[in-house]
């Protein structure tokens, strides 16, 4: 039997799920056997032999690396909008026609929970925040 790409990354991003899932819930390979034989009928006995052997082995690394990693973890960039403005008028403010950079960042965090942010900052700090954005993008791309 020959499997596509599509489907091994499929099959790669079902088995992390399912050892993200007994990590965070702490189960043992006889718990995570049961709870996959219990959701689905289509796991054999022979994949979940594998699944409990590759558990014994290595889920305590796994378990570890989801405690690192909600430790460390401080939220998910979704999403940001930005737009170019300028204050024309105001009952309060003397310097106007000066342009300045609104910005929305939509942020996730470790729970899920969508929060959203607001700043507003002049051409130049834009400028500048631009910059480290590209910076930190370059960065995570070789990681």
């Known amino acids: 039997m020959t499997l596509d790409w599509k489907a091994v990354q499929d099959i790669i991003r079902l088995l992390s799920f399912n050892f993200r899932s007994a990590a965070k819930t702490k189960l043992t390979a006889d718990g995570l056997v049961t709870k996959l ?9 022979s994949a979940l032999q594998v699944m409990h052997q590759l ?17 460390a973890s401080i939220g998910q960039l979704v999403d940001i909008q930005w737009k170019l403005g300028m204050a024309v008028s105001s009952d309060t403010c003397r310097s106007l ?9 939509k942020i996730a965090d470790t729970s899920g929970e969508i929060s959203y942010k607001s700043f ?3 051409v130049l ?5 631009y910059r480290q954005f590209k ?7 070789t990681v």
């Open 125 to 129: 700090q834009f400028q500048n925040f």
């Open 120 to 122: 507003e900052m002049t």
């Open 37 to 45: 034989g219990e959701c689905s009928s289509k796991w054999s006995k």
């Open 55 to 71: 558990w014994t082995e290595h889920g305590s690394l796994v378990q570890t690396h989801q405690e690192l990693q909600a430790v």
């Open 135 to 141: 910076e930190i993008a370059s960065v995570l791309e």
């Open 97 to 105: 026609n000066s342009p300045y950079i609104s910005v929305l960042m």
